[in-house]
């Protein structure tokens, strides 16, 4: 008579060792050594959390890492709070922001267009800078798709970066030309979102 306990646990081994074969496989065919492009793209909520989740994961290892917020940049900012605290001298991170308000509400195109280019132009030197481990894009998809930016130029200086240096963007709306450009693709799909009915959005939750 068998033990069921025993085929159980007989059946789960079985079911390991071969999700285990796939890993290993995977792992020893992954064996390029360079920095990455992820895009957080999609409808849903967490294209910012996720940026930011890997900026404190970066920074832990005592990497140098720069932040640049388009869009956002006049309301307060809880990742910004704390991390700004952080020691310098350990924890090296620059976090830029492009200080306008939304753009359907500052309705103003060139003043829009003149602040976006300004943060750029921090970006654009951080991605030619060799001790920068990770530069984060943040909602860049709208500067590029409001036409502020030219994307050619970022593109370009995004694919010319330092071999060892990762970036990541994010923002709705991602266009073929930065998903072709990146290694890593998440679109953050939307279920439900406590907006659509009728919650406000919370201070430590949602920024």
Same mark, same amino acid.
């Given at each position: 008579?068998?033990?069921?306990?025993?085929?159980?646990?007989?059946?789960?081994?079985?079911?390991?060792?071969?999700?285990?074969?796939?890993?290993?496989?995977?792992? /020893?065919? #992954? +064996?390029?050594?360079? *920095?990455?492009?992820? &895009?957080?793209?999609? !409808?849903?909520?967490?294209?910012?959390?996720?940026?930011?989740?890997?900026?404190?994961?970066?920074?832990?290892?005592?990497?140098?890492?720069?932040?640049?917020?388009?869009?956002?940049?006049?309301?307060?900012?809880?990742?910004?709070?704390?991390?700004?605290?952080?020691?310098?001298?350990?924890?090296?991170?620059?976090?830029?922001?492009?200080?306008?308000?939304?753009?359907?509400?500052?309705?103003?195109?060139?003043?829009?267009? /003149?602040? #976006? +280019?300004?943060?750029? *132009?921090?970006?654009? &030197?951080?991605?030619? !800078?060799?001790?920068?481990?990770?530069?984060?894009?943040?909602?860049?998809?709208?500067?590029?798709?409001?036409?502020?930016?030219?994307?050619?130029?970022?593109?370009?200086?995004?694919?010319?970066?330092?071999?060892?240096?990762?970036?990541?963007?994010?923002?709705?709306?991602?266009?073929?030309?930065?998903?072709?450009?990146?290694?890593?693709?998440?679109?953050?799909?939307?279920?439900?979102?406590?907006?659509?009915?009728?919650?406000?959005?919370?201070?430590?939750?949602?920024?």
């Amino acid at each position: 008579m068998t033990n069921p306990e025993t085929d159980k646990q007989q059946r789960h081994k079985k079911r390991m060792q071969a999700r285990k074969e796939i890993v290993d496989s995977g792992v /020893a065919k #992954a +064996l390029e050594e360079r *920095g990455i492009v992820i &895009v957080y793209t999609g !409808d849903g909520k967490g294209k910012t959390t996720a940026a930011v989740g890997t900026v404190t994961r970066a920074l832990g290892y005592g990497y140098k890492v720069v932040v640049g917020q388009f869009i956002k940049g006049v309301w307060e900012c809880g990742e910004k709070n704390l991390l700004g605290q952080l020691p310098a001298d350990k924890y090296p991170l620059q976090w830029h922001e492009m200080g306008t308000d939304f753009t359907w509400e500052t309705q103003d195109f060139e003043a829009d267009k /003149a602040a #976006a +280019l300004a943060l750029w *132009g921090k970006l654009k &030197v951080a991605l030619a !800078d060799d001790s920068v481990y990770l530069v984060v894009m943040d909602e860049l998809t709208y500067a590029l798709n409001y036409k502020w930016l030219d994307k050619a130029e970022v593109v370009d200086a995004i694919k010319n970066r330092p071999f060892e240096q990762s970036v990541i963007i994010t923002g709705r709306g991602a266009k073929q030309y930065l998903l072709d450009a990146a290694d890593t693709v998440t679109e953050m799909k939307s279920v439900k979102h406590a907006f659509e009915n009728g919650v406000s959005a919370r201070k430590g939750i949602e920024w």
